[in-house]
């Protein structure tokens, strides 16, 4: 089949590049030419593991542009643009509107358009308003991927959810959707069809549970601290339940990124609106638990050191996760911004995110005192005390007593409950955890 897939960020290019390893002739259109250059010459944009061998591989059916009347050609239409957070908390949709004005002159009757952005509920009927007249079809199919998994959850993806009109417009959307999809719902990968507004809302219902849990971990983690308990081994107990579950329930300094974060608030900004504020009120509360934890390793440091000022701290870890290089609303860079302006000297270092990370320093005026590295030896060398903000399996596997030989003093702050706390004690470290001694 021959697809386009309009906006090549994480999701999209991916996307673009898994729909040609599934056979079909893809376009992947972006109004980054800087983006489509690097794509076009095989190199990926950011770092994803899996996915620069998966560009090379499909090359002979992947090609880019930035003109959007190369999408003229394709029969099904992704569209994959960012939805980021507006001032206000709600979605800024400015990205899919000026995609569908875009596109809605190239389509022809009879192509299939598919949403994949992450949208407030309401987006994809209000937008049938500017396709159908087309006598294109409209459904929304949203995507569940995980940054580091990327490849992974777009080809082997838990399940496929489908947003189609009502009657036959949606039998025809499915059809052609499977299609699409065909090798994919060969493996018996689960697919649900709905209506718009419950595929819109699955999305942000997905990722809202998935930061309620992370926040749930995150409030017995300050109870923990309080009370002598170990969260970690508290999350493993409640975690063999099988109703519970262990996965997402890591305390730390929490979830960041381009995701989570933004899509709880968009999602109480989107209830509020349609007089349900109420219903999800709670959702500010896993909003403030999380956005405590960054706070809180600033407050450990300062009852380890007394005052930061011209102290020396490492930070390990700047992405918002590991195997990624992206640092949007990222928990360990905003910490080392935090013990910046306390007035510490901070060295962060990260395998991916130290470049990045340069530019949104120097806006924030902190360069003098904040820098960045890929070595993370260099970044602990003198310091007074380290901080572990992102559990990159490399941070995780050192040794620490060579890392104690490099320090100034030991003292480590795990924010990520990733170390073996008797292995660093041992080697005559003071070890705060997150919620565990
Ligand atoms: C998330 C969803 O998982 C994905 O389904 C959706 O499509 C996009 O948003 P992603 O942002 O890539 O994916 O990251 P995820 O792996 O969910 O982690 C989000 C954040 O939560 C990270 O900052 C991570 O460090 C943090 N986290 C995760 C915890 O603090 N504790 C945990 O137990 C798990």
């Known amino acids: 089949m021959k697809i386009s897939v309009i906006g090549c960020g994480y999701l999209g290019a991916v996307h673009a590049a898994s729909m ?14 800087a983006r489509i250059e690097s794509l076009q ?53 400015t990205f899919v509107n000026s995609a569908i004005e875009g596109l809605v002159p190239h389509l022809s009757e009879g192509d299939l ?28 199919n949203p995507e569940f991927l995980r940054e580091g998994f990327a490849v992974e959850d777009t080809l082997s993806p838990d399940r496929l959810v489908y947003g189609v009109p009502e009657g036959t417009d949606g039998d025809t959307a499915t059809a052609v959707l499977d299609e699409v999809y065909a090798e994919i719902l060969a493996k018996d990968t689960p697919r649900l069809v709905m209506n718009f507004a419950t595929a819109e809302l699955v999305k942000v219902a997905a990722n809202s549970f998935l930061a309620t849990k992370i926040s749930f971990i995150n409030a017995m983690a300050e109870r923990a601290d309080v009370t002598g308990a170990s969260v970690t081994q508290l999350a493993d107990a409640i975690g063999y339940d099988t109703r519970i579950g262990r996965r997402f329930l890591n305390a730390g300094i929490g979830f960041g990124g381009g995701c989570l974060p933004k899509d709880i608030r968009g999602f109480i900004a989107r209830a509020e609106e349609l007089g349900v504020g109420k219903a999800l009120s709670f959702l500010k509360d896993v909003d403030d638990i999380n956005m405590r934890r960054r706070t809180r390793v600033v407050d450990v440091l300062t009852e380890e050191l007394g ?16 195997d990624s290089d992206d640092i949007r609303d990222s928990p360990a860079l905003d910490i080392a911004e935090s013990l910046a302006r306390s007035g510490a000297t901070v060295v962060s270092a990260d395998p991916e ?3 990045p990370a340069q530019a949104r320093i120097e806006r924030a005026g902190l360069s003098a005192s904040l820098t960045t590295t890929d070595n993370h030896h260099a970044a602990v060398t003198g310091a007074d005390a380290l901080v572990i903000a992102t559990e990159w399996k490399v941070f995780q596997e ?11 003093q030991k003292l480590v702050v795990d924010g990520r409950n990733c170390l073996d706390s008797d292995a660093w004690k041992a080697a005559g470290f003071r070890y705060r955890g997150m919620g565990r001694a």
């Open 20 to 33: 040609a390893e599934l056979g079909h002739e893809v376009i992947g259109i972006d109004v980054d030419p």
């Open 41 to 93: 010459q095989g190199i990926a944009p950011f770092h994803e593991p899996g996915f620069d061998a998966l560009l090379k591989k499909t090359a002979s059916r992947l090609t880019f542009a930035t003109d959007m009347s190369s999408a003229a050609d394709a029969n099904v239409h992704f569209v994959a643009v960012g939805t980021p957070q507006a001032a206000d908390g709600s979605a800024d949709m």
């Open 307 to 322: 005052s930061l000022d011209g102290k020396t701290i490492a930070v390990w870890g700047i992405s918002f996760k590991p």
């Open 398 to 408: 050192e040794d620490a007593t060579t890392i104690g030989s490099l320090m100034a």
């Open 353 to 355: 995110g130290w470049k």
């Open 113 to 140: 358009v598919v949403g994949k952005s992450t949208v407030p509920v309401g987006t994809a009927e209000r937008l049938s308003a500017s396709v159908t007249p087309t006598a294109a079809l409209l459904m929304w």
